[in-house]
């Protein structure tokens, strides 16, 4: 009995393990082992590419074997990372697969413990073929957290650690994508045909969230702004008025808030350092001939900023991340370009990698590179192309002329000399064969990193006046920073928040709404005319657009070029000096020989060539007839 009983219970307590075991293995499995994030969240049947490699994040997800069972998806690779809370997998969407979802199932031992149901959706119509911006835009610079806020109740949200602080001109303002949305019309009537919008994304940082520039979801708009539905709805809103609209994207780092920074699928994921260690800034590190391993070195791995971790481009599976991540973008977004930060601080060959990838799947897409460098020759080893022959093709269409960026802090306030006033312009122009395409440049006097144009020509409403002239009919795609249209001043050196002030009128509580030609002051109405006759005129002027470009040494301190094609003749003057200058016609006669007259398109004047005056610190735009 006793020995019987003995059995019977050793049976018992083995045949209630064997149970407990059998029911609970999945379940034990699940609790070990989560599935927090499939990164992109989904993909389209279609594309060029068919690879799709997935990020999958979750507890010892690396513990198990994904499979999928329908057909027109595929793994074709699992690679595990140094987390085992890491699986890359490596897809095939077949071209004839069925838009819809596939379930993914993470398996252990032979069973489902985790699925994901991956949505491949069906492609835009049109999406491969779409263009993005050139010669024939004119671009608008807006800052998000500064321009308008359409919602004050998504200021702070629970959920993000930064909150609203109008105190504070480095906290948060709380402007966002309604209020975008609700100035559609405003950037439209102003005669803008683009908008390029700093980032948007998630920041989830302790300070300084509000530029958007340290990342900490590559898949999220951050809520404060609103949602990703409502960014879709402002493209299209913006499409609808027919402007582009040009996504902010910043592939050199991310932010310390990022959701990877506390678990790293790889330590080389990110370029570190045993203590904190600054880029040096110097972006002429990357081609210099001369350089030191030292500089280079400490210029591409080190950090942009404390908050700023430096992403590792060379690591295979962070480019593609990106690259991924870009691509998603656009089509889920229906974008009309990208604007690249900081571009020459990541590794050049994973960024090119990136660039070649986009524009095979849209060769008619854009992509501007923020090539901050001061010197022609160095911007130019950035644009596609290789015209200066140093083996690097970067795939990227467009850069930003810094030159001139730099030039417009001075042009206006100098005395003419051999490289002084308008003559700044001139030497940075007769540089363009540096360039592979000088058209295919993003000209710009100011933008959200430094002194407002306003300040740079010492608070001169004619000298501001002139540059604009000169932005909006010289070669390339003028950009213009939101608030320059009502002269905004900033001054860098009173810091960031100085030169991105929130544009007067976005904010329910103002005391004068700038977006109304009644909320502006007299001197800003001039202004904003000026900007506004100059948009509508140029936006159907082809002949600015793609026309050729003849200039003239200035003389004076007056600048004289003229744009031309088959059909069309424009003679643009500016008078920098302080004195009235009369126009020796005969001087152009290579171009305006055959003509008697001119047009002012700026006050609708007509002008006899050979008696052409024009008034200290002015400008004249002429149609030549
Ligand atoms: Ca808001």
Request: some cysteine; glycine content about 8%.
């Amino acid at each position: 009995m006793i020995f019987q009983h003995r059995l019977s219970m050793n049976f018992k307590i083995f045949t209630a393990l064997l149970l407990l075991m059998l029911l609970s293995n999945a379940s034990l499995y699940s609790q070990q082992i989560t599935l927090d994030r499939v990164e992109p969240p989904f993909w389209w049947v279609g594309m060029k590419n068919e690879n799709l490699q997935l990020l999958v994040y979750g507890k010892s997800i690396s513990l198990t074997k994904p499979e999928i069972i329908t057909p027109g998806l595929s793994i074709v690779k699992v690679t595990k990372a140094e987390s085992p809370n890491y699986l890359f997998v490596d897809l095939v969407v077949s071209s004839g697969a069925t838009p819809g979802i596939y379930t993914l199932l993470f398996k252990k031992d032979g069973q489902t413990v985790q699925t994901f149901d991956y949505e491949l959706k069906a492609r835009r119509a049109g999406s491969v073929n779409r263009k993005g911006f050139d010669q024939s835009d004119v671009i608008y610079l807006l800052f998000p957290d500064r321009f308008a806020n359409g919602n004050p109740g998504n200021d702070s949200h629970p959920e993000m650690l930064d909150k609203a602080d109008r105190t504070n001109p480095d906290g948060r303002q709380g402007g966002d994508i309604q209020g975008m949305i609700n100035k559609i019309d405003y950037i439209s009537d102003l005669g803008f045909t683009s908008i390029w919008h700093n980032p948007l994304l998630e920041n989830n940082q302790a300070k300084y969230s509000y530029h958007g520039y340290a990342i900490s979801n590559f898949y999220r708009i951050d809520p404060r702004f609103g949602t990703n539905d409502d960014y879709l709805r402002f493209i299209q809103l913006s499409h609808d008025k027919g402007l582009k609209v040009i996504k902010d994207m910043i592939f050199n780092h991310c932010g310390s808030g990022h959701w990877w920074m506390n678990d790293l699928p790889w330590q080389d994921w990110i370029n570190q350092f045993e203590s904190y260690t600054r880029s040096n800034f110097r972006a002429g590190t990357v081609f210099d001939p001369y350089v030191s391993e030292y500089d280079q070195n400490l210029f591409q791995r080190g950090w942009f900023d404390t908050n700023m971790p430096d992403l590792n481009q060379n690591n295979p599976f962070m480019i593609n991340y990106l690259t991924q991540n870009s691509i998603w973008w656009v089509e889920y977004a229906d974008l009309d370009g990208i604007r690249m930060d900081t571009y020459p601080y990541p590794f050049k060959e994973g960024m090119a990698q990136w660039a070649k990838r986009l524009m095979d799947e849209y060769p008619d897409f854009t992509v501007v590179a923020e090539s901050w460098l001061t010197e022609p020759g160095q911007v130019a080893t950035w644009q596609r192309g290789d015209k200066l022959g140093l083996g690097y093709e970067s795939h990227v269409t467009h850069v930003f002329d810094f030159p001139m960026y730099e030039a417009f802090r001075f042009a206006f306030n100098e005395q003419q000399g051999w490289n002084s006033g308008l003559v700044r312009f001139y030497n940075i122009l007769s540089q363009d064969y540096l360039y592979q395409n000088p058209s295919e440049i993003v000209i710009f006097s100011d933008n959200h990193d430094g002194d407002r144009i306003f300040n740079k020509v010492n608070k001169d409403m004619r000298s501001l006046k002139l540059a604009m002239t000169f932005l909006l009919t010289t070669r390339g795609v003028p950009q213009i920073y939101n608030g320059t249209e009502i002269m905004m001043a900033g001054d860098e050196k009173v810091g960031h928040g100085d030169v991105r002030k929130p544009f007067p009128g976005g904010w329910p509580d103002d005391n004068r709404d700038a977006f109304t030609r009644d909320g502006r002051t007299e001197q800003e109405n001039e202004i904003f005319d000026h900007i506004h006759t100059l948009l509508k005129w140029r936006k159907s002027k082809s002949v600015i657009h793609y026309g050729r470009l003849t200039h003239f040494i200035p003389h004076n301190n007056t600048y004289i070029y003229f744009r031309y094609n088959e059909t069309e003749k424009v003679m643009v003057i500016l008078n920098n000096s302080d004195e009235e200058q009369k126009i020796d016609i005969r001087q152009f006669a290579e171009l305006a020989g055959g003509n008697s007259v001119g047009v002012n398109i700026l006050d609708n004047t007509t002008y006899q060539l050979n008696n052409l005056k024009v008034p200290a610190k002015t400008g004249f735009i002429l149609e030549l007839k």
